[in-house]
């Protein structure tokens, strides 16, 4: 009980204290090196099934190439640290400071540093809010660092890749199941550094029933705009296309304009009710069209492009679409 309740501030920690089926936790870890020519996500985890078998795992997503690869471990070699964020799978080691591989065609070491969280409080551990406190939701998020530096090298397929200066994103998701459908984007690299967004929108069972719940940031040098489901935001538009995703949300003082451009897809590995047998498609290479507007100034504060931006479009999206779009003198795109 004391391990669930001090990690439930803590949302970059374990959180699966005590848990033996139907239960998923994995954290993604994605670094692009400083020409861009290289992009991927690391991902590790742990699942359990209905009946309690276990297995830990480590995805490889390489974004620019397209491909992607599972590895499977018992979950023995699984070994999650307590009081802090640090977890061992095997000879492999993640944390919020350091990602050492030693995986069949990855290997090596990258360090992060000036690593910038979601920001928790007690009424609202991290980007669930007061969300986290519900025992019974599918799925819940953490977003562990919307941008930091990387230093560092890997090898990957036998190719020496140097991450010195490159960018990277840390975020986890832990629960049963993944949502039945849902949109989530990032990207950390726009025109000047020290800018990220991250943004989703996705069905969310709730007592029987459902609601659309939605989850935006943009990390503006140093500060970070929220529009949430929790904190007074509206979700304005949520549609996707064969070729883009739109989403406008706003809040009291700002609003905030999504128009992402869908590129080609790798498949993931995905849970259902804690077993590794879904599949999901995400994109790494994609280009995101943001607007921020101030509405109390009546200024612009943010209009730019991301690049190598994470993509994924799962599910019934039917469910999560919300095309009527009430202003279209100001729909600037």
């Not at 699942?47 to 979950?75: C, H, I, P, W």
């Not at 979700?235 to 706003?250: D, R």
């Amino acid at each position: 009980m004391f391990k669930s309740t001090q990690t439930l501030f803590h949302p970059d920690q374990y959180q699966g204290w005590g848990k033996t089926k139907r239960y998923f936790e994995g954290w993604y870890f994605k670094i692009v090196n400083a020409g861009e020519t290289k992009a991927f996500a690391f991902i590790p985890g742990i699942a359990m099934d209905k009946n309690g078998e276990k297995q830990a795992f480590v995805q490889v997503l390489d974004g620019k190439k397209r491909t992607s690869e599972y590895y499977k471990f018992e979950a023995t070699d699984f070994h999650p640290r307590q009081g802090v964020f640090g977890i061992e799978i095997g000879q492999n080691f993640f944390s919020n400071e350091t990602m050492l591989l030693d995986l069949p065609a990855e290997s090596g070491q990258v360090n992060f540093s000036d690593l910038s969280p979601w920001p928790t409080s007690w009424y609202s551990p991290g980007i669930m809010g007061p969300y986290t406190f519900a025992p019974f939701m599918e799925c819940y998020h953490g977003v562990l660092s919307m941008d930091h530096k990387i230093e560092g090298e890997l090898i990957v397929h036998g190719e020496s890749i140097d991450f010195t200066n490159g960018r990277g994103y840390l975020e986890k998701d832990w629960g049963r199941s993944f949502p039945k459908a849902y949109f989530w984007l990032q990207t950390n690299h726009f025109t000047e550094q020290g800018i990220s967004l991250k943004a989703s929108v996705a069905k969310i069972p709730w007592l029987g029933s459902s609601f659309v719940g939605f989850i935006a940031g943009v990390w503006l040098h140093n500060r970070l705009i929220q529009f949430t489901s929790y904190n007074g935001s509206r979700l304005i538009k949520s549609f996707a296309h064969h070729n883009k995703v739109e989403i406008i949300m706003e809040n009291k003082n700002y609003r905030l304009e999504i128009l992402a451009h869908r590129e080609a897809k790798t498949q993931l590995a995905s849970p259902i009710q804690g077993l590794m047998e879904g599949r999901i498609e995400e994109s790494m290479t994609c280009l995101v069209d943001v607007q921020l507007f101030d509405k109390n100034s009546n200024n612009i504060i943010l209009l730019d492009t991301g690049r190598n931006a994470g993509l994924e479009v799962a599910g019934n999206i039917k469910e999560i679409t919300i095309p009527l779009y009430k202003n279209p003198k100001k729909d600037n795109f």
